[in-house]
């Protein structure tokens, strides 16, 4: 007998937690134009628990599918469709990127395609979006320089930084396009170790003193007559919020600060990530030693995790990668903050994360305004993946009575 049903796609999560999170990230860029619910559950339906390996090829193709789609269009000269399908593939190829083997060819070249098909689709925005390049001790630091098609008011500007796993490109759905609808200038940028720098210079791994880095790209976005110097602010995502701190203790052309979170000791944050008893007593693994250790003793999503730590870092064990993380503490650079700025957490991010939250807020030397995510607003999580459009309220509306409207 025929049947008539309202749709063969199912709304699923996983049980894995990590899984989780990136299928909520990936939702939280189409609400910027980053994807479609109906692709990315597709997506997921390729996808068991614990394979990320499926991810990124589920991924992937629907990326090479719908950036066929955007090429058509644009030689058929429909730009607006070319543009929303070459910006939902690069959001694609960013999640296949993310799974892929942090060591391997493919993940670079899902990278590159998620740079190109942006660049692609911006080309047809109203709002001129422009490729730079930080120069910084003789290698070029990529970013992405963004001016409202009216112009910025008042030349008000915000410098954006992604954290440990994020990109410039997914920056433009997570602040960009929100700053340019209200008429601010959006330079999102990244440094040694972060993802689209690693693309271009596979040697550039993190730094624990990232205010030299940040120096540079200030240096860069003050030189452009579009920036009013006395309407600059700063924003750092995740690990971004660590490595903009440091920047604000040492920089006064930062004339305000938005942490999201305020990570002020970086090994303390990731201990109480991988488990205080394992932080404290690491077991002797090495990359060298993955091949030998059983799916039953440390799944894919935990090896995946490893292997791309040990990459941005620079390392090749589990006891090397925590000893690294010990210089990346911004807890005496608190006080030498004296700038206007905004602290922001979810309430799922977990007992660290807001212990260091309360620990910036009460030692800042600046005014501080304190902003705390719910479950009851769908904020809690990581850099408010799940309620972007609120998140960017915040940042934009705390900066517009900051800067004036």
């Not at 709002?127 to 003789?138: A, H, W």
């Not at 690693?198 to 240096?219: K, N, Q, T």
Request: proline content about 6%.
């Amino acid at each position: 007998m025929s049947t008539v049903e309202r749709t063969a796609t199912r709304v699923l999560g996983f049980n894995s937690m990590e899984m989780d999170f990136q299928l909520m990230r990936a939702l939280g860029t189409a609400t910027y134009g980053g994807g479609a619910e109906g692709e990315i559950f597709h997506a997921r339906r390729l996808v068991d628990d614990e394979a990320p390996e499926r991810w990124s090829t589920a991924f992937a193709s629907i990326g090479e599918r719908v950036r066929a789609l955007g090429e058509r269009a644009e030689r058929k000269r429909h730009f607006v469709s070319a543009r929303e399908h070459f910006l939902r593939a690069s959001m694609y190829y960013r999640a296949a990127e993310y799974f892929a083997d942090p060591f391997g060819e493919e993940g670079r070249r899902w990278g590159l395609a998620s740079r190109a098909t942006f660049i692609a689709g911006t080309r047809h925005l109203a709002d001129r979006i422009e490729p730079v390049v930080t120069p910084f001790e003789g290698l070029e630091l990529p970013g992405y320089f963004m001016t409202p098609a009216g112009g910025a008011r008042n030349g008000r500007t915000l410098v954006v930084m992604t954290g440990f796993d994020g990109t410039g490109e997914e920056l433009y759905f997570e602040s960009g396009r929100a700053g340019l609808e209200r008429g601010y200038n959006v330079f999102v940028t990244e440094g040694p170790g972060q993802v689209g720098t690693l693309r271009l210079h596979p040697g550039l791994v993190f730094r624990p003193d990232y205010e030299h880095p940040i120096s540079a790209m200030l240096d860069m976005v003050l030189a452009r007559p579009e920036v009013n110097p006395e309407a600059l602010a700063l924003y750092g995502m995740s690990f971004g919020g660590c490595f903009t701190l440091r920047a604000a203790a040492h920089d006064d052309r930062i004339r305000a600060l938005i942490l999201n979170s305020p990570i002020i000791d970086l090994h303390a944050y990731m201990a109480a990530f991988i488990g205080p008893d394992l932080a404290s007593d690491p077991p002797p693994l090495t990359l060298a030693g993955l091949d030998s250790i059983s799916e039953a003793d440390m799944p894919p999503v935990v090896r995946h995790a490893f292997k791309s730590s040990c990459r941005r870092f620079g390392v090749d064990s589990l006891a090397g990668y925590l000893r690294q993380l010990e210089a990346y503490t911004a807890v005496e650079s608190v006080p030498s903050v004296r700038c206007p700025s905004l602290a922001m957490v979810g309430t799922g991010e977990g007992e660290e994360a807001m212990n260091q939250f309360e620990r910036y807020c009460d030692a800042v030397s600046g005014p501080v305004t304190r902003r705390i995510f719910t479950v009851e607003e769908g904020a809690d999580m990581h850099c408010q993946r799940g309620n972007l459009p609120l998140a960017c309220s915040v940042v934009y509306d705390w900066l517009d009575e900051l800067f004036g409207h």
